[in-house]
């Protein structure tokens, strides 16, 4: 699956391509969705509660300073790449953002059931063409049935209820 979209004179291309993970890296991408699902949520209360008590809405920064006291206190929150759970915070302002802006429904919370994705803002790389190496699982067996052109910005790994896994390369190859 190939999108192409515009954005300020720069060209993105998102490329879908099929991963297949060993057992123990399926393990660890199970945790990484656990606890990028258990923080979505736990901020989702939290900025509730702020909300309610204040009568004004918690930004991405302070979100992120919040993911280190919980890091303290929650220490399987370290299992997972610390730029996997800053995107949340990043995904959970944003969406606040478009809430109020009126280009989107109230953030929901999120369950363990249907599809599980986390993003990686940086550190993914294409090895030797049939690989994907994510920060904290490794190198994953991959199908690329296209060449990745330009920069990466941002992978996101998803697996649906069939349990088939996949990563979606958001890539910019800096045509205007």
């Excluded at 994907?132 to 790994?157: N, S, Y």
């Amino acid at each position: 699956l190939i999108t192409e979209y515009y954005y300020t004179k720069h060209m993105f291309t998102a490329t879908k391509i099929r991963i297949y993970p060993t057992a123990k890296q399926e393990k660890t991408l199970t945790r990484a969705f656990g606890c990028a699902r258990w923080l979505w949520n736990n901020n989702l209360v939290e900025t509730q509660k702020v909300y309610q008590e204040s009568g004004k809405g918690v930004g991405q920064f302070v979100l992120n300073k919040r993911l280190l006291a919980l890091k303290k206190e929650f220490e399987w929150l370290a299992e997972t790449h610390s730029q996997v759970l800053q995107s949340v915070s990043l995904n959970m302002s944003r969406a606040f953002i478009n809430f109020f802006e009126r280009r989107a429904k109230y953030p929901k919370f999120k369950s363990k059931h249907g599809k599980q994705s986390i993003q990686y803002p940086q550190g993914v790389k294409i090895v030797e063409g049939c690989k994907v190496f994510l920060p904290k699982i490794g190198h994953v067996k991959a199908v690329v049935h296209r060449e990745i052109v330009g920069t990466i910005k941002t992978v996101t790994v998803s697996c649906n209820q069939a349990g088939q896994y996949f990563a979606s390369i958001l890539t910019e190859n800096g045509v205007i």
